[in-house]
């Protein structure tokens, strides 16, 4: 909620509980710019990112959506179930088996089947076929004789049965058709693929009904969604959508008095008119004045300037048009201050929280001046009327602009009077509440801010020994931010 836009139910909000909401508003701003800040933030924005991107997206839909029969695995388990069954790969797998290849493979490297071989060809050979054509008596006693009962012994021997068994039956063959092909290198391949670990798990991840529950990626949308739905988070989000801290950040604070110290700060603050500062002639005042003004007359106490107009005799210079400056006597004194060395401001807004005591004819004034003394801004002049403050701009040249604000009771209550200057229009606002619009002429320079008291006409206000006193708690000033 802005500085401007605070609307209650009465004409304007109690001092308190709109200086409350305005510290409450600029402590939000803070916790605003902090949360804007935080490592919250910064990974929500992360997350944001991440799952809007497409590539997320297709991780989830294929987290919540795919089916084992749509994977590769699936279909790589197809070729490795059908190859399974085909006959050649079974007759080849029960070959294999019963140890069928590592026996023939250790009988084919056997001493006795090698001899088997030897004899064999031997007896094939014309040199054999003649000793054996010999007569019975001498082919008996041939070594070709011995060498023809060893091998008839070998051929009856478990080992070379086995082999000529073995080798001329279907299942041989087609193990030797099997064994050391594609086919068969591709069923291993694949039969090692689904009998992994890798295979099993997969399987049972895809499978699984809470596969997506138990992902990565769901685990970052429940943190992102428990981040979107935290109270800070939708409080921010909030704040952001609706620029409720615009009237903050568009200004920059140009100017700001708290008046913590136990003196008025001379680095900020000249006693007195500018112009008798200027010129060495010091405190003075003009000729229809009926006060001289005191650094007496000033008081800060407890963080609170207090400008006090007292009914005093006293003795003061005086700006005569004829004689120039000369002395004079008095019967009150007060005081009057002005940044005319420290700051000035074309535009901006500016605010005061002041209170001010009631005791006609005394009037307090906080205004406006540049180089010379017209045009002037009337911030606030009170002292008419205790329910009524009077504001707008003097100058001779284009008529004097003035109007009362009414509807509080300004005596001894603090108010926040602010006020809002741009090139078109000067407005003034009570406690957040618009008050006045000024759209005459509008000065168009530099400004200083000056804080006065005085005993405007001719009837003697009653003042008691505290006199009469306008404080101010604090002054902040501001332009606007770039």
């Known amino acids: 909620m802005g500085l401007f836009s605070f609307l209650f139910g009465g004409k304007y909000p109690a001092t308190k509980k709109y200086e409350a909401q305005q510290l409450q508003h600029a402590t939000d701003f803070e916790k605003f710019n902090e949360y804007a800040n935080s490592s919250d933030l910064a990974r929500y924005n992360e997350l944001q990112q991440l799952i809007n991107t497409s590539e997320f997206k297709q991780k989830v839909k294929k987290l919540k959506e795919e089916k084992f029969s749509s994977t590769e695995a699936y279909r790589k388990q197809q070729e490795y ?267 901006g807004r500016f605010d005061f929280k002041v209170k001010l005591s009631f005791d006609k004819p005394v009037t307090h004034n906080i205004w406006m001046l540049g180089e010379k003394l017209e045009p002037q801004i009337n911030v606030l002049s009170y002292g008419q009327k205790k329910d009524a403050i009077t504001v707008g701009v003097v100058t001779s040249k284009n008529g004097s602009k003035t109007m009362k604000i009414e509807g509080a009771n300004f005596k001894d209550n603090y108010y926040i009077i602010s006020m809002l200057w741009t090139p078109e229009k000067i407005v003034w606002y009570i406690n957040g509440v618009e008050s006045y619009t000024y759209k005459g002429t509008i000065p168009q320079e530099m400004m200083y801010l000056v804080l006065s008291s005085n005993v405007t006409a001719k009837a003697n206000p009653k003042l008691d020994a505290d006199g009469s006193q306008m404080s101010i708690d604090w002054i902040k000033c501001y332009t606007w931010a770039k």
Do not use: H
Not at 153 to 170: A, D, N, Q, W
């Open 81 to 347: 179930l059908k190859l399974k069954a085909s006959p050649d790969i079974k007759d080849y797998k029960k070959f294999t088996a019963k140890g069928l290849d590592s026996k023939l493979e250790a009988c084919l490297e056997s001493a006795d089947y090698a001899r088997y071989l030897e004899l064999e060809a031997k007896m094939k050979t014309p040199e054999f076929r003649k000793a054996k054509a010999q007569p019975a008596k001498v082919w008996k006693q041939s070594e070709e004789f011995q060498e023809e009962k060893e091998f008839q012994r070998l051929t009856k021997s478990g080992e070379v049965k086995f082999i000529k068994k073995t080798t001329v039956s279907p299942i041989y063959n087609n193990y030797k058709r099997v064994n050391g092909s594609d086919r068969l290198k591709r069923y291993e391949e694949l039969d090692e693929y689904v009998n992994s670990f890798e295979f099993k798990e997969l399987k049972k991840e895809i499978e699984d009904p809470k596969r997506f529950k138990k992902s990565e990626e769901c685990q970052l949308i429940e943190e992102y969604n428990k981040l979107a739905k935290s109270k800070e988070m939708l409080w921010y989000q909030k704040m952001k959508q609706t620029n409720a801290f615009a009237d903050i950040t568009k200004w920059k604070p140009t100017f700001e008095e708290d008046f913590d110290s136990t003196k008025l700060d001379t680095n900020k603050w000249m006693v007195g008119y500018f112009w008798g500062n200027v010129n060495g002639v010091g405190i003075y005042s003009t000729e229809n004045e009926r006060q001289t003004y005191s650094e007496k007359n000033i008081e800060v106490i407890n963080s609170e300037l207090s400008l006090l107009t007292r009914k005093e005799k006293a003795t003061g210079t005086v700006w005569n048009t004829k004689l120039g400056f000369v002395k004079g006597e008095f019967d009150y004194t007060s005081a009057l201050i002005n940044t005319g060395n420290s700051f000035r401001q074309q535009y």
